[in-house]
C-alpha cells in the first residue's frame, strides 16, 4: 500500500516509478532491497584539487586580531518529493532524524528554494552576530553544487545513472556556467542584494568516477561595512548556478572574522586571537587517505581553541565520515557533528540556518546540501603550538572547503617613558640615561618565560 504523504509530494510524472519497479532496478543504481537501504556513492579515486597555498602547507589567510570569528551557512535545495514508497517523506528529509536508512538526497528530488526577496533562482538565510563594538576584519563566502556531469555517463544527473530517477535539470544557458555565474549576497534584513565574482573556483577532475562537483569562494568584506553588531544579523546568500534533480545539492557557507583592533579589559570578546584559514576543494572518499591539517605558528597561552569548517554532500543517515584533532603531534580524538554524535560529521546541519522548507517539522533543520560548525577543542592547552586537524571517512563521502582554528594568544603592549618632565634628557657619554618600560599581557592567559633586552 502507497504512502499517502510519499504520494503527495511526488516529483513530476516524468521521475515516478514504482516500488516494484525500484526493487528490480536497484542493483544498477547502487540501491540493495532489505526495505530500500542506501549504499554510499564512493569513487574509486577521490581527488584533492587544491588545498592551502604552497602545496597545501601554508593557509590561505591568517591574522592575530582583538576578537575571533563566526560562521554560518545555509542550502538552497527544498525537497519536491520522494521517488519510493517506504522512505519517507520530505519533511522527514529535511529533519533531524526522521525516516529510515534510504531517507537521503539521492532518494528524492531537491528543487530550488527561493525563499528571500531579490534573489532569481534559489536563496536561504542564516544568522549570526557579531560583538557589540566590533568592525569586520575579513568575511569569505563560499560556495557549492553539482555540476550535473557523471563521468561515464552522457545524461545530465547528480548522482548514480538510472532511467527510473530521470535525468537532472540544469540552469539554462552554458552546461559550464558553474564557473562564471556570481552568488548573490544580502547582509540584514534591509540591505541590498549584490553580486559576488567567484575569486576562486575549482571542479572535480573528469577522471573521478563519480558525481561531479564544484565549488567557489569570494572575499564579501566590503558587504559588511556597517553592519549591525551585538544582536543577530541575517545573511541570505543564493542565485547560485546549480542542477535539481535526484541527489542534487547546493548550498553555502559564511565565514566572519571580527575585530575590536585593541583589548579592552572588561570585555572578554576583544581578546587576542590567531585566526589560521584553509580552504580549498577536497573530494573525501573511502577509497582516500585521511586529509590531514597542519596548524602552527602559533603559541596557545590558554584553553579555548576552536575550530569550523564547511562541508558538502554529507548526509546524516550514512555514517563513517569523522573528523579528529590532535595536539602537537599526539593522540587523536573524534569531533561531535552538530547534533553531539561522533562517526558522522556530515549531517547538512548549517550553524544559524533559517528553515526554508518542512515547516511542520520543529526541530533541527537538515538542509541536505552543507554542513557549517564550529567546535571547542578542549585538549589544546597553554603552551601548545600546533593543532592537526584530520579529516576522513570510512563510509560517506563529502566534499571539504574550507578549515579555521582560532587560538587564544598573547597581546603584549610595551610602552617607554622617560623619568621627568620634558620630552627629553641630556647626558653626556658617561651618565646614563633613565627610562621606565611598563609590558602589558593583554592577552586571555599567563605569560611564562618572557624576556626583555
Same mark, same amino acid.
Given at each position: 500500500?502507497?504512502n499517502?504523504?510519499?504520494?503527495?509530494?511526488?516529483?513530476?510524472?516524468?521521475a515516478?516509478?514504482?516500488?516494484?519497479r525500484a526493487?528490480?532496478?536497484?542493483?544498477?543504481?547502487?540501491l540493495?532491497?532489505?526495505?530500500? %537501504?542506501?549504499?554510499?556513492?564512493?569513487?574509486a579515486e577521490a581527488?584533492?584539487?587544491?588545498?592551502g597555498?604552497?602545496?597545501?602547507t601554508?593557509?590561505?589567510?591568517?591574522?592575530?586580531?582583538?576578537?575571533?570569528f563566526?560562521?554560518?551557512?545555509?542550502?538552497?535545495?527544498e525537497c519536491?518529493g520522494?521517488?519510493?514508497? @517506504?522512505?519517507?517523506?520530505?519533511?522527514?528529509l529535511? &529533519?533531524a532524524?526522521?525516516?529510515? $536508512?534510504s531517507?537521503a538526497?539521492?532518494?528524492f528530488?531537491?528543487?530550488?528554494?527561493?525563499?528571500?526577496?531579490?534573489?532569481?533562482?534559489?536563496s536561504? $538565510?542564516a544568522n549570526?552576530?557579531?560583538p557589540?563594538?566590533?568592525s569586520?576584519n575579513?568575511?569569505?563566502?563560499?560556495? $557549492?553544487?553539482n555540476t550535473?556531469t557523471y563521468?561515464?555517463?552522457?545524461?545530465?544527473?547528480?548522482t548514480?545513472p538510472n532511467s @527510473?530517477?530521470?535525468?537532472?535539470t540544469l540552469p539554462a544557458?552554458s552546461?559550464?556556467?558553474?564557473?562564471?555565474?556570481?552568488?548573490?549576497?544580502?547582509?540584514?534584513?534591509?540591505?541590498?542584494?549584490?553580486?559576488v565574482a567567484?575569486?576562486?573556483?575549482?571542479?572535480?577532475?573528469?577522471?573521478?568516477?563519480?558525481a561531479?562537483?564544484?565549488?567557489?569562494?569570494?572575499d564579501?568584506?566590503?558587504?559588511?561595512?556597517g553592519?549591525?553588531?551585538?544582536t543577530?544579523?541575517t545573511?541570505s546568500?543564493?542565485?547560485?548556478w546549480?542542477?535539481?534533480?535526484?541527489?542534487c545539492?547546493?548550498?553555502?557557507s559564511?565565514t566572519?572574522?571580527?575585530?575590536y583592533g585593541?583589548?579592552?579589559?572588561s570585555?572578554l570578546?576583544?581578546?587576542p586571537?590567531?585566526i589560521?584559514f584553509y580552504?580549498?576543494?577536497?573530494r573525501?572518499?573511502?577509497?582516500?587517505?585521511?586529509?590531514?591539517?597542519?596548524?602552527? @605558528?602559533?603559541s596557545?597561552v590558554?584553553a579555548?581553541?576552536?575550530?569550523?569548517?564547511?562541508?558538502?554532500e554529507?548526509?546524516?543517515v550514512?555514517?563513517?565520515?569523522?573528523?579528529?584533532?590532535?595536539r602537537?603531534?599526539g593522540n587523536?580524538?573524534?569531533?561531535?557533528n552538530?547534533? @553531539?554524535?561522533t562517526?558522522?560529521?556530515?549531517?547538512g546541519r548549517?550553524?544559524?540556518?533559517?528553515?526554508? %522548507?518542512?515547516?511542520?517539522?520543529?526541530g533541527?533543520?537538515?538542509?541536505? &546540501?552543507?554542513?557549517?560548525a564550529?567546535?571547542?577543542?578542549?585538549?589544546?592547552?597553554?603552551?601548545?603550538s600546533?593543532?592537526?586537524l584530520?579529516?576522513?571517512t570510512s563510509?560517506?563521502?563529502y566534499?571539504?572547503?574550507?578549515v579555521?582554528?582560532?587560538?587564544?594568544?598573547?597581546?603584549?603592549?610595551?610602552?617607554?617613558?622617560?623619568?621627568?618632565?620634558?620630552d627629553q634628557?641630556?647626558?653626556?657619554?658617561?651618565?646614563v640615561?633613565?627610562?621606565?618600560v611598563?609590558?602589558?599581557?593583554?592577552?586571555?592567559g599567563?605569560?611564562q618565560?618572557?624576556?626583555?633586552?
Amino acid at each position: 500500500m502507497q504512502n499517502e504523504n510519499a504520494q503527495s509530494e511526488r516529483p513530476p510524472r516524468r521521475a515516478r516509478f514504482s516500488l516494484m519497479r525500484a526493487i528490480a532496478t536497484a542493483v544498477t543504481f547502487g540501491l540493495l532491497v532489505t526495505g530500500i %537501504t542506501v549504499i554510499p556513492n564512493v569513487p574509486a579515486e577521490a581527488a584533492v584539487v587544491q588545498w592551502g597555498t604552497n602545496a597545501g602547507t601554508s593557509p590561505n589567510y591568517q591574522t592575530t586580531v582583538n576578537g575571533d570569528f563566526v560562521m554560518a551557512g545555509n542550502g538552497v535545495l527544498e525537497c519536491l518529493g520522494a521517488y519510493f514508497n @517506504g522512505i519517507g517523506n520530505c519533511t522527514d528529509l529535511h &529533519s533531524a532524524s526522521g525516516g529510515n $536508512s534510504s531517507t537521503a538526497n539521492d532518494n528524492f528530488y531537491l528543487q530550488n528554494s527561493n525563499t528571500v526577496s531579490g534573489f532569481t533562482t534559489n536563496s536561504s $538565510s542564516a544568522n549570526i552576530t557579531i560583538p557589540a563594538g566590533a568592525s569586520v576584519n575579513k568575511a569569505f563566502l563560499s560556495w $557549492s553544487a553539482n555540476t550535473g556531469t557523471y563521468t561515464g555517463s552522457g545524461q545530465d544527473t547528480c548522482t548514480v545513472p538510472n532511467s @527510473g530517477r530521470g535525468t537532472a535539470t540544469l540552469p539554462a544557458g552554458s552546461a559550464t556556467g558553474y564557473r562564471t555565474q556570481p552568488a548573490k549576497i544580502k547582509v540584514g534584513a534591509a540591505g541590498a542584494v549584490t553580486s559576488v565574482a567567484p575569486a576562486s573556483v575549482l571542479e572535480d577532475p573528469t577522471g573521478t568516477t563519480s558525481a561531479l562537483y564544484y565549488s567557489a569562494s569570494a572575499d564579501v568584506t566590503s558587504a559588511f561595512a556597517g553592519a549591525a553588531t551585538g544582536t543577530p544579523l541575517t545573511v541570505s546568500a543564493g542565485d547560485i548556478w546549480t542542477p535539481q534533480g535526484a541527489g542534487c545539492y547546493a548550498g553555502w557557507s559564511l565565514t566572519v572574522v571580527y575585530d575590536y583592533g585593541i583589548y579592552i579589559p572588561s570585555n572578554l570578546d576583544s581578546a587576542p586571537h590567531r585566526i589560521i584559514f584553509y580552504e580549498g576543494h577536497v573530494r573525501m572518499t573511502a577509497a582516500e587517505a585521511p586529509l590531514t591539517v597542519a596548524f602552527n @605558528g602559533f603559541s596557545a597561552v590558554a584553553a579555548g581553541t576552536r575550530a569550523g569548517y564547511t562541508l558538502f554532500e554529507g548526509d546524516r543517515v550514512i555514517q563513517g565520515d569523522k573528523a579528529e584533532y590532535s595536539r602537537g603531534g599526539g593522540n587523536f580524538s573524534q569531533i561531535s557533528n552538530s547534533a @553531539g554524535n561522533t562517526n558522522n560529521i556530515g549531517i547538512g546541519r548549517g550553524e544559524g540556518s533559517v528553515r526554508y %522548507t518542512a515547516f511542520t517539522d520543529t526541530g533541527p533543520f537538515t538542509n541536505q &546540501s552543507v554542513d557549517v560548525a564550529t567546535t571547542d577543542l578542549p585538549n589544546v592547552q597553554a603552551g601548545d603550538s600546533s593543532v592537526n586537524l584530520r579529516m576522513s571517512t570510512s563510509g560517506d563521502s563529502y566534499l571539504l572547503r574550507n578549515v579555521i582554528l582560532s587560538v587564544p594568544s598573547a597581546g603584549i603592549n610595551i610602552s617607554k617613558t622617560f623619568n621627568g618632565t620634558l620630552d627629553q634628557q641630556s647626558r653626556t657619554a658617561t651618565e646614563v640615561a633613565t627610562f621606565t618600560v611598563t609590558v602589558t599581557n593583554s592577552g586571555v592567559g599567563t605569560l611564562q618565560k618572557h624576556h626583555y633586552c
